[in-house]
Nanobody, 127 residues
Framework: QLQLVESGGGLVQPGGSLRLSCAASGFSVDHWAIGWFRQAPGKEREGVGCIASTDGVTHYATSVKGRFTISRDNAKNTVYLQMNNLKPDDTAVYFC????????????????????WGQGVQVTVSS
């Protein structure tokens, strides 16, 4: 059974940092592009960024570019979202998701491409 589990969320002050993890089980994450998405209360789910299965190619939403970094450790079957200089507007439930794109140096921040989703983890940025 393919499963994704996020962890690392919590409460952080504005300007602080958090690192989210997305641990995969039941499949090898190195054949999949992994996307990060978030959903704030009363808002639609939106793309944050993604990392390709090959060559470490990443793409980011404009709102997080320069502050967030996605990386992967295929040996641990885990993808990370490093979030720096967090702002109150970053408060949301964060989800990781998998898009089957083996040997592709490309990924897409498009919700409908992703077939497998984690349960989400809460990130709250507040003083």
């Amino acid at each position: 059974q393919l499963q994704l589990v996020e962890s690392g969320g919590g409460l952080v002050q504005p300007g602080g940092s958090l690192r989210l993890s997305c641990a995969a089980s039941g499949f090898s994450v190195d054949h999949w592009a992994i996307g990060w998405f978030r959903q704030a209360p009363g808002k639609e789910r939106e793309g944050v960024g993604c990392i390709a299965s090959t060559d470490g190619v990443t793409h980011y939403a404009t709102s997080v570019k320069g502050r967030f970094t996605i990386s992967r450790d295929n040996a641990k079957n885990t993808v990370y979202l490093q979030m720096n200089n967090l702002k109150p507007d970053d408060t949301a439930v964060y989800f990781c998701a998998a898009d089957y794109l083996p040997l592709q140096a490309a990924c897409f921040i498009t919700l409908t491409r992703y077939n497998y989703w984690g349960q989400g983890v809460q990130v709250t940025v507040s003083s």
